[in-house]
Each structure stands twice: as C-alpha cells, then as structure tokens.
C-alpha cells in the first residue's frame, strides 16, 4: 500500500492509481464485497475497469484482482463504468454501464456474472456479450444515460438508471427486469420537473447520476441521487413513497429531502440494502493540483460506511456503520479536553459541547487552523479548511456533538446524527496535528485507529 502519509489506512481504496465511483456494494457467504471505479495504469480517469475489494466485517478489507476489464470491441470497449450487483437466482451478477470507443453520454445496460458462485471471495467475472439495453429509450431525447441500480418492490425487481434530456432536464428512468435477460422500459420514474425536486436540488443539475433507493423501518423509500451540470456537483437525497402507476410500473412521490453531504469532496455514493439497515458508501476526490496527484501517484477514495436511514420528520439519518468501532486502539488518546492533544494520522474523536464549542485539529505554519466549531444556541456547525480562500462549510444544526473520522487527508464529519461533511486536508511541512476543545462544559473522548486484529 501506498506509504503516502496523505493517503488514507483504513478507507476502501485501490494499492496505487485511479479510484472514483463506489460500485455493487453486496453480501455474499458472510462477507462484504465492494466494487469501485479503477484505472489500474495511472491516477487520472480514463481505462475505467471495476477494482474489487472483500471484508468480512466492515473494518479489514481485503484487496482482489480487477474484477472487470474493458473487452476489446465490446460495448464496454471504452470503460466499464458504474453499476451494481445482484444475486440472480444464487449467481451474483454486476449490473453494469459499457462504454464503446462512439461513447457520447450514452452508455449500454450490460451483464458480467460469477464464474464460481460459492466461492466467497468472488474473484472471477465472465461478462456477457451483448447488453442487456443498448441505449436509452425511443421518444424521450435522452442525453445521458448510466449507471443502473437494482432494487426489488412488490415482490419484482425494478431497476433504476440516470438521466439527462436534451432540454436540460434530470430524470430517474425506469424498468422492469424481473428477468435480468429481458429489460422492459416502464417510464419515467422522477424528472426535475418536480415541485419537491426543484426546491430540494435547485435548477442547475441537467442530469441526475448514479440513482440508488432504500426503504427504512418505517416503510419510507430514499431515493439518492448525485447532481451532474457537465461535471460532477453534489448530492442530494429524496424521501417519499412508491407508488403504482398506471403510465409507468411505479412512480415516486416525494414529500421532502436535501442535501445528502455538505462536503466538498463527496460524489457518487452507493447503498447496500440490508434487512435491518441500509449502509452508504461514497467517493472522495481529490482537491489538490494534478501534479501532486502524479507524484504521489494515487487519486481518491471510497468514505467509510455509514448507516442511513430517516428520522421521523423526513430528515436524513446518517452516522458512522458501528463496525467502526473495530479500528479503535485499545485506550483511548484523549478523554478531556483540557489541554491540547497530538493528534495522529488516523483517528476517531467525539466531542460534545454544551454551549458554543470550537474543535482545533490542524495549525498551520501561516497561522490559519482547520477547525469545527459548534454553536447550539445558534443552531449552526461549521467546518473550515483553513486553506486559501476556501468559505467554511456551514451545518443548519443545533447540533450538541460530532463524531470526526480522519483517515490520512479524508476527514468526515458527522453532525449528531442528522448530516456529514466530507473534506480533503493535506498536511504540510510545518503543520502541527494537535486537538484543542474551547467551550464551557465541553467533553471528548477519541481513539487511534490501528489496523484490527481478530481471534
């Protein structure tokens, strides 16, 4: 692995090169597989094959050879790009976006399949030859087209896929395909033509990517989507019901949403639907210049898990997956905050304030500090980079405690349980990682986060 003190221990990532998009995330014989977007040759995008990692508790992964590699004059000759996986029928299969060497926003639905199903590391793929959809449907103008998300309702299985239309319109399209060999379109989904839609996201996305949809407890659906205005945006999430429709096999009706991470550096996430939970990883990009992405010779990397749901007032839930806890060193390296506290390259910190509460984690040599700052009576938490010009990241929380994941240069940032913000902050010669808590009857408690043992 990488010996980068930027790069990230304990996040899902590729050894060197190219990470974007989190891909099928997926249980199989009691382990976790992850999926990702990978250019194996060099840390820019371009090459897009799927890397593939396995873990069989959220916390140790285990790195696989590529899973899928583009076939020469296939329709995924120029990329397999994102996707999800499914069990059809005891046989594990990717659904995935081909991309042939014409490629013009348009992708092909496609099909690669376990070679050795019982095997639990899910090591060897054979893809099918001939999509499964070959583009999108006739009639609609369509101008983006990708990324397939794979769900089951009314005892079928539906899938979803992005979308962008001609006049600048974001849309989920739908179809049914019950049978994974025979795709029927079923209409539109959700458009950005929608009144909650339109309040939640604003206007400017012209297409909506990498759609994902859970349900809670509760019976409500959220639906997820990642906000494309000809680059990648942010995020966004939606809270609603399905329902049956005569134009199209469902239709979904939103009654609230917003952003889903207030982050700089978050895209494309992807949900893994568990009896009891659904689970959320996303991409992190980089925010340095190329050229220091070429000399440390890796780009990106996947957040860690978070458990997502839906509080009863439609907000979001969202905090770190418990298995976490299993990075945790034995004892804890801080458990007051009345002094300050070397921090290390890796570590999990909670701090809870009573009234307004400033969290230094990062000086730097010119003065400025990358601090969170808690301010309950004013309802708002802000997380600030310190770096150039860059405005701080502002939460709309009366939030009483956060909960900091810092893995190399990925920080997150978990505001109670109801919002995260996903930053990149590099260390500098000169830096100086110490904790500091300012605030009247504040508490902290934070750990280390050391590679996990098991036995």
Not at 167 to 188: E, I, K, M, N
Not at 301 to 322: F, K
Request: with cysteine; charged share 20%; proline share 9%.
């Amino acid at each position: 692995m990488n010996t980068d003190p930027d790069a990230p221990r304990f996040r899902v990532r590729p050894p060197a090169h190219w990470i974007n998009d989190p891909n099928g995330p997926f249980r199989w014989r009691d382990r976790y597989h992850l999926f990702y977007q990978h250019n194996p040759a060099a840390p820019v995008h371009a090459n897009v094959h799927w890397g593939h990692a396995s873990s069989p508790d959220l916390a140790h992964w285990e790195h696989h050879p590529i899973a899928l590699t583009p076939t020469p004059g296939g329709p995924d000759e120029a990329g397999c790009w994102s996707g999800c996986l499914v069990d059809d029928d005891g046989t594990p299969t990717a659904v995935y976006t081909g991309i042939d060497r014409h490629h013009t926003g348009l992708g092909a639905l496609c099909l690669a399949r376990a070679v050795v199903p019982d095997d639990e590391t899910l090591t060897d793929w054979k893809p099918l030859p001939t999509p499964v959809v070959s583009g999108p449907p006739d009639g609609l103008d369509v101008v983006m087209f990708r990324d397939p998300f794979v769900f089951r309702d009314g005892g079928r299985r539906w899938a979803l896929v992005g979308a962008g239309h001609a006049d600048g319109t974001p849309s989920v399209l739908l179809y049914d395909c019950d049978d994974l060999a025979a795709w029927r379109f079923a209409g539109v989904l959700l458009d950005g033509n929608d009144p909650v839609a339109t309040d939640v996201f604003g206007d400017k996305a012209v297409g909506w990517e990498c759609p994902q949809l859970y349900t809670t407890g509760g019976g409500e659906w959220v639906l997820v989507v990642s906000l494309w205005d000809g680059d990648p945006m942010s995020t966004g999430y939606l809270t609603g019901r399905l329902e049956a429709s005569s134009e199209a096999g469902l239709r979904f009706v939103a009654r609230g949403g917003g952003q889903l991470d207030h982050g700089r550096a978050f895209y494309a996430p992807a949900v893994l639907q568990e009896d009891d939970r659904a689970l959320m990883w996303g991409w992190s990009w980089e925010s340095r210049e190329q050229g220091e992405i070429d000399r440390a010779g890796w780009a990106g990397t996947l957040t860690a898990p978070r458990a997502v749901g839906v509080h009863a007032d439609g907000a979001l839930s969202v905090v770190p997956a418990p298995e976490l806890q299993l990075l945790r060193a034995p004892e804890p390296f801080v458990t007051e905050p009345a002094r300050a506290t070397p921090l290390p390259r890796s570590y999990d910190l909670t701090v809870t304030a009573r009234a307004r509460t400033a969290v230094g984690l990062l000086r730097s040599a010119d003065g400025t500090e990358l601090t969170v700052v808690l301010d309950p009576d004013e309802g708002r938490v802000s997380v600030d980079r310190g770096v150039g010009n860059a405005a701080p990241v502002v939460v709309r929380s009366p939030a009483r405690q956060v909960r900091v994941l810092v893995d190399g240069s990925l920080l997150e940032v978990f505001v109670d349980d109801r919002a995260t913000v996903t930053e990149r902050v590099y260390r500098r010669d000169g830096d100086v990682a110490e904790l500091t808590v300012t605030g009247a009857g504040a508490t902290v408690i934070g750990w280390e986060q050391v590679p996990p043992t098991h036995g």
